[in-house]
């Protein structure tokens, strides 16, 4: 027998299951999938480690900042005797968080809209030297409103030098790695947030008038440090982004001359002529107001991510303005005031658990897919509020309550976690390199009206029921709710790995 027609001692594998065929590809080991990952990761950020780490520094500075100054101020305005200026009205006390996140919120929406045409790197310095503005309005202000207007610079910080770093992050990271190179930033960013907030209630010295002006010295060399590190130290990254959209629109060009060869064979066969398309033409990109009416209002699936966002600060909103009264006012008959070093631990707990545990989720969620762990985010944010309102009323214990609002801060946190990278991520997904900048701002945009959003309904809301725990009650309904639109409307567009 010719040896050419004889059989393979091999079997040969049966079509559509060759281990080559991705669609009937063996399961991944975990331990393997997130080995590649990281060194996929690794190898994406080593040309430039040193820049990645003054971002993630960055990051850190700016949760710093953020929590000195919110939770100072949480006790600045209200009823009681340490209090510095006498406010009754709930909504009025927190309104501190409305000017701040309606700032911040324009903010996003504005470096979203520039990054591309004057660069990531200017955009963060201006947000730092604007910033500088917020310390020495609050150490010289002598009112509430003023206390309420130093915020706006707060606004314009937190908006232009997060968001910048936020994308720079994802140019360094690239798309695929987007979710890790978000978790970098909001791990540093809210790990410093709650080292700084417990720092923050230890500064405060209760002797003396202006108690709680004495960390703002603190936030001017935060705000110093970051601009002389961003002006003398740190690169744009707008090259990048330029080079990583090259290549995707290759990518498109490339698919779209094979499609348009396979239709013009099937037209010669068929016997009809077809005019060849222009598949090496480059696609006019968007403009950024465009992408802002794309993801806000036609997209199914970024419509929902905007939608969680927004919900998503609205919680935080209330962790640190109404929840923080809460301990410090007691309910009556129930359970007496907390110390503001109780407080601060709370908060410790709520952020740090919220800021450590991102990396593993933006890491994982790079690997299995956005919307499972944005739901169960959701969900679990929505059981942790339900905890807090219900130890608020039912436990009359001082130490009973502290250990469960210490728990639901943990919860909360958690949630929080979950969700806060991939909700980035997940905009990224439906995103183009060249229109990140402008969807991810506009994301941010709705995202952070969100505190501005729980200042007013949750001051409004506990004016108007007149309790803490029925306000926490109704937010914890509107989660569940988001989640469940989450769950139904919002499409994957990445291919998660089959794993054992």
């Known amino acids: 027998m010719d040896p050419k027609l004889a059989p393979s001692s091999t079997p040969q594998q049966a079509p559509g299951n060759s281990k080559t065929d991705g669609s009937h590809a063996a399961p991944l080991r975990w331990t393997t ?55 009754s009205s709930y909504a009025v006390s927190t309104s501190f968080l409305v000017s701040f996140g309606a700032v911040k919120a324009v ?73 890790v190179g978000v978790g970098v930033s909001e791990t540093m960013g809210y790990s410093m947030q709650a080292l700084f907030a417990v720092l923050a209630g230890y500064m405060i010295n209760e002797t003396t008038k202006n108690y709680q002006k004495s960390p703002f010295y603190l936030v001017l060399g935060l705000m110093v440090m970051g601009l002389l590190i961003s ?21 498109d060009r490339d698919k779209a001359a094979v499609q348009a060869e396979a239709e013009a064979a099937a037209a010669a066969e068929s016997g009809h002529s077809v005019t060849k398309p222009d598949v090496l033409r480059l696609v ?33 909103g209330l962790a640190w303005g109404l929840f923080l009264k809460w301990m410090a006012a ?53 059981g942790a509020l339900t905890v807090l309102a219900v130890a608020g009323s039912y436990i009359t214990s001082h130490s009973a309550v502290y250990s469960t ?13 979950l969700m806060y990278p991939n909700l980035l991520a997940a905009i990224s997904d439906h995103t183009p390199p060249r229109g990140r900048p402008a969807a991810l701002g506009t994301y941010r945009f709705w995202r952070d009206l969100g505190y501005a959003v729980g200042g007013l309904a949750g001051g409004g809301l506990r004016n108007a029921t007149g309790s803490f725990a029925e306000t926490m009650g109704i937010v914890a309904a509107c989660v569940f709710v988001v989640g469940l639109l989450v769950l139904l409307v919002y499409r994957e567009r990445m291919v998660p790995l089959k794993m054992y």
């Not at 130290?233 to 959209?245: F, G, H, I, P, Y």
């Open 33 to 87: 999938v997130v080995k590649v990952r990281l060194v996929l990761f690794g190898q994406a950020i080593r040309p430039h480690w040193f820049q990645f780490m003054l971002l993630a520094i960055l990051s850190g500075n700016i949760g710093a900042v953020y929590a000195v100054t919110d939770f100072c101020q949480a006790y600045m305005a209200g009823t009681n005797s340490y209090n510095i200026y006498y406010v």
């Open 330 to 382: 007691g309910e009556t008959g129930q359970w007496k005031a907390f110390s503001k070093h109780d407080a601060a631990q709370v908060l410790l707990a709520y952020s740090l658990i919220k800021g450590l545990c991102q990396f593993m989720t933006g890491l994982t969620s790079d690997m299995i897919g956005r919307k499972g762990i944005i739901v169960a985010g959701l969900w679990t944010c929505c």
């Open 284 to 316: 006019k990109p968007d403009s950024p107001v465009r992408t802002f009416f794309y993801t806000s209002f036609r997209n199914p699936s970024t419509i929902v991510i905007c939608i969680a966002g927004c919900m998503t600060n609205t919680m935080t």
């Open 231 to 251: 002006l003398l130290l740190l690169k744009d990254t707008t090259a990048l982004a330029a080079a990583e959209t090259l290549q995707y629109e290759q990518a």
């Open 405 to 417: 609002f210490l728990a639901g801060a943990v919860l909360l946190g958690f949630g929080t976690g």
């Open 107 to 179: 903010c996003d929406l504005i470096v979203g809209m520039l990054a591309d045409r004057i660069g990531r790197r200017c955009m963060h310095a201006v947000g730092w030297a604007f910033g500088i503005l917020l310390p020495v309005m609050i150490i010289a202000g002598k009112n509430w409103p003023t206390m309420v207007a130093a915020d706006v610079f707060l606004g314009v910080q937190q908006g232009l030098s997060w968001t910048s770093a936020v994308f720079m992050l994802i140019d360094y990271a690239t798309r695929r790695n987007a979710g």
